[in-house]
């Protein structure tokens, strides 16, 4: 039976089928998951659910019957209210990552964060209250709306917490970048592609130099290189290649560039064999620091980071591991830690980490997509050099 | 006694090095500042995806090391692989070929040891002709790659052809390829014999060398009883072991040092005499910190099937403990293979349907402390533990071992493997692997005495853990 003192929360998620960021979230939130060497049990029940898009493979009704007090509900206001008039939770998980929706004219998803964050704002404004709110991964695939959410929230004045696990997820080793150093070049390598995983390497980048001596101050500039652009900038250090290298010796998953060698380090022209397609977003923050993210699947499938920092003889470098269920795990763990922090926000009523990281990394993300829509441009960003924020000085990844 | 193999090794007619010596001067053209570790590698095998492959390259190519691509201060030299000279063995001599008509395959398509092993070895195509090529023995493609001597024997191995020993190190990577199993399912891998053959050119020259053994020491007690005492008599560092202990950890924690343990739980997968070793080897880093360290262990048992769940119910092992060690897994079978979704796999109950064949390999210490490896195989596929230490929370972790093709766990070990060529100290003692060598041998004589309680008077192996935690962490 639920108990009466336990938060109740609001899921409104895209679709919730296998292994899609709604499962992953929400049956952790239901069903519990290994933590801190316990197998943990949120305090707080999913009282309701909104799932946009169902069909083959949907799980609802299975969570549904599984768990009789959480309701399914046809519209978002009524999963926020139950069906009544005003607002009747304590928090809201919102999923907008997957299902299937349009692509805007530069080949972006139009996954429905922003829709879904009009909606419950419309509640909460009706109902004269506002509650913490989770949204999964980016804020929107439009600037303007991303930074509407963000000021929205402000205004409001309700958590917002959101982003990708990769910012909490276990790092291999196990260390934290040093707040307050100095930074000069900063690089995460990661798979995906463009619209999708560059995300996660953004925001593989930003929780860590975030960290940085006066905090995080902004963006003035980006860049794009793809395919053989990708190499010659690569070629011509416009990215480090030490930083490289030192971010590939942390990977896992290295590709090896000669048949029967199982882990060798990679030649440039290794490399170019093995990644058909790289993509790198290159840019610059306002207090001179350069960051670089690149994808390069072939070579690699998983997230790593490396960045020189002052006073450090050689690259500071981690991976952010990700236990894939893709036949490394059947268990994606890495949202235990992005559910712990989310419950961590509705037990406290505070944000674990600022949204403003989130905000710059949707900036960012639709940044690069248009510089390679623009002929791979350097685009000035002024939106995003007016971002600028403190990082929470408490480390928030995986450690225990 | 005098075997074909030892006598087709002494006579040393082999000459790989010969048609390799101008790779080797390059090579050694290349690192004039000083000369860099001269290795000798024993191997069962070298072929694509095995241990040698995946741990031996490591000193060919280098791996990976606190954020740095490592080369070690290391050359190969010389390289013994266990399988070619067994297949030449096999293999029916011409004057059998002749009485049964078969035709002689010409020397060149012999496969398997570059420079060919002598005439008289060189004759029918090694029995692996028809195996798959990922099956394909690779000691000659690295040796022309990386200018090694491919040897027929191990003290060839040693001298490199003179008849002085040549090199700095040994390292000997003994796995399963074809050897035989004894009544007990124990595989007869030949550990002590690699050892036993360099121990004894050591003993005749007068001098040993550092000599890593990865894995098991030998599947006898008293034969890696004689390895450890050989090598302290003739004063040279041995130490063995699997890279399990010291793989990455999720998270990074450890038994505090001088804990007073009362018991732990380990879960892992794999059939006997398989991955046990490195599980138990694993239990063992963790149970060695307790107070007063290693006192050694009196007594084994391993159980199978049902009298698995009998022995929790009746607090052989502890359920809380295997609960906190399951928290730690990122590979629950069942309905989380079905749909995604996490799983108390204890509080659930779905543990028995989900393992058909569970096995305990139950350990009791000298000094008291109790330690159990859960072999789950159905319910997950990692390594994970849970510790009780008086007035501590649990200790529980996974021991990450990151899957191929990099296998990374292994260059941890290579890390260890190369300190100990360098500065001639083991990170750790390798009385480790002496009593967990006795530990599965003990578990696995249970299983064929219908899994009775064996007491172990032989493993009071008593040792100090190094003060320092090492796995890996940087």
């Not at chain 1, 712990?340 to 949707?362: H, V």
């Not at chain 2, 880093?285 to 307790?290: D, S, T």
Request: hydrophobic residues 35%; glycine residues 8%; charged residues 20%.
């Amino acid at each position: 039976m639920p108990q009466t003192n336990r938060l109740r929360l609001a899921a409104v998620i895209t679709a919730y089928k296998r292994l899609l960021h709604g499962q992953h979230i929400v049956d952790r939130l239901l069903d519990g998951y290994g933590w801190a060497g316990k197998f943990h049990h949120p305090q707080m029940e999913v009282v309701s659910l909104y799932v946009d898009q169902r069909g083959e493979g949907d799980l609802t009704q299975e969570r549904a019957d599984r768990h009789p007090t959480m309701k399914i509900y046809p519209t978002i206001a009524e999963t926020l209210t139950l069906g009544k008039s005003k607002l009747a939770v304590d928090g809201v998980v919102v999923v907008g990552e997957h299902g299937t929706y349009p692509y805007t004219d530069t080949g972006i998803m139009k996954h429905p964060h922003y829709e879904f964050f009009e909606q419950v704002v419309k509640v909460y404004r009706d109902s004269g209250r506002s509650v913490p709110y989770f949204n999964d991964k980016e804020l929107s695939y439009r600037w303007d709306w991303s930074k509407n959410m963000v000021d929205t929230s402000h205004e409001l004045g309700f958590p917002l917490q959101g982003g990708s696990s990769l910012a909490v997820t276990w790092r291999i080793p196990s260390v934290e970048f040093p707040l307050g150093a100095t930074a000069r070049e900063a690089i995460s390598i990661g798979y995906g592609g463009m619209g999708s995983y560059d995300f996660h390497g953004l925001e593989t980048l930003q929780c860590m130099v975030e960290r940085r001596k006066g905090g995080e101050t902004g963006v003035e500039w980006l860049q794009t290189y793809r395919g053989e652009d990708f190499w010659k900038a690569y070629e011509q250090g416009v990215w480090s290649q030490a930083l490289v290298k030192a971010a590939l010796t942390r990977s896992s998953t290295l590709a090896p560039g000669s048949p029967t060698f199982t882990d060798v380090f990679p030649t440039i022209e290794q490399m170019r064999a093995l990644v058909p397609d790289p993509v790198a977003y290159n840019y610059q923050h306002r207090d001179g620091l350069h960051s670089t993210m690149l994808l390069m699947n072939g070579l690699v499938r998983d997230f790593t980071f490396a960045a020189t920092i002052e006073g450090q003889a050689k690259p500071f470098s981690t991976q952010m591991y990700l236990p894939m269920p893709d036949g490394r795990t059947t268990l994606a763990s890495f949202f235990s830690p992005l559910v712990w922090n989310a419950e961590q926000m509705f037990l406290t009523g505070k944000g674990q980490y600022p949204i403003e990281r989130t905000l710059l990394t949707s900036g960012l993300l639709i940044a690069g997509v248009d510089s390679a829509h623009q002929g791979y441009q350097r685009l000035q960003t002024p939106n995003l050099a007016a971002v600028h924020y403190q990082p929470n000085p408490e480390s928030t990844f995986w450690r225990s | 006694m005098l075997t074909r193999r030892r006598f087709v090794g002494y006579s040393a007619l082999s000459s790989a090095m010969l048609a390799y010596r101008p790779l080797l001067r390059e090579a050694w053209a290349q690192t004039p500042a000083h000369r860099p570790l001269q290795l000798a590698i024993l191997c069962s095998v070298y072929r694509q995806g095995s241990q040698m492959q995946t741990l031996g390259d490591r000193f060919l190519v280098g791996y990976p090391y606190e954020g740095d691509w490592r080369t070690p201060e290391v050359q190969v030299v010389s390289v013994y692989v266990d399988q070619l000279v067994r297949q030449v063995e096999a293999a029916p001599s011409p004057y059998q070929l002749a009485m049964t008509g078969a035709k002689i395959a010409p020397s060149s398509s012999a496969r398997g040891i570059a420079g060919g092993l002598g005439k008289d070895r060189a004759v029918g195509a090694l029995p692996s002709a028809e195996k798959a090529e990922p099956a394909a023995d690779l000691s000659k493609a690295r040796s022309q790659q990386f200018g090694f001597r491919v040897c027929s024997n191990i003290p060839e191995a040693l001298r490199c052809g003179g008849n002085k020993i040549a090199v700095d190190a040994v390292l000997s990577i003994v796995e399963q390829d074809d050897y035989p199993s004894n009544d007990r399912g124990q595989i007869l891998l030949p550990n002590y014999d690699f050892f036993q053959q360099c121990a004894q050119v050591f003993e005749d020259e007068g001098r040993g060398v550092p000599y890593f053994n990865h894995k098991q020491l030998s599947f006898s007690f008293p034969q890696a009883k004689t390895m450890v005492e050989t090598a302290q008599r003739l004063r040279f560092p041995l130490l063995a072991g699997s890279s399990m202990p010291v793989t990455w950890r999720l998270p990074e924690v450890d038994v505090p040092l001088g804990a007073e343990v009362e018991e732990a739980v380990m879960v892992g997968v794999g059939a006997p005499d398989g991955m046990d070793y490195d599980a138990l080897e694993a239990l063992q880093c963790m149970m060695e910190r307790r107070k007063g360290g290693e006192t050694g262990v009196k007594a084994v048992q391993l159980l199978e099937g049902d009298d698995v769940w009998a022995a929790q119910n009746a607090g052989r092992w502890s359920k809380d403990l295997l609960s906190s060690a399951l928290s730690r897994t990122d590979t629950p079978q069942g309905l989380t293979v079905l749909d995604g979704r996490t799983q108390d796999l204890v509080a659930s109950g779905v543990l028995p349907q989900l393992v058909k064949n569970p096995m305990a390999y139950c350990l009791e210490y000298n000094d008291g402390a109790r330690a159990t490896l859960l072999m789950l195989d159905g319910a997950i596929t990692d390594y994970n533990i849970s510790v009780k230490v008086a007035g501590h929370d649990l200790v529980s972790t996974q021991f990450f071992m990151p899957p191929a093709p990099n296998n990374l766990y292994s260059a941890c070990l290579a890390s260890k493997i190369e300190q100990l060529f360098q500065t001639q100290h083991p990170a750790y003692p390798v009385e480790r692997a002496l009593l967990t060598s006795g530990v599965l041998e003990g578990c696995l004589q249970s299983r064929h005495k219908l899994n009775q309680r064996l007491e172990t008077p032989q493993l009071a192996v008593s040792y100090q853990p190094p003060s320092e935690s090492q796995y890996t962490r940087t």
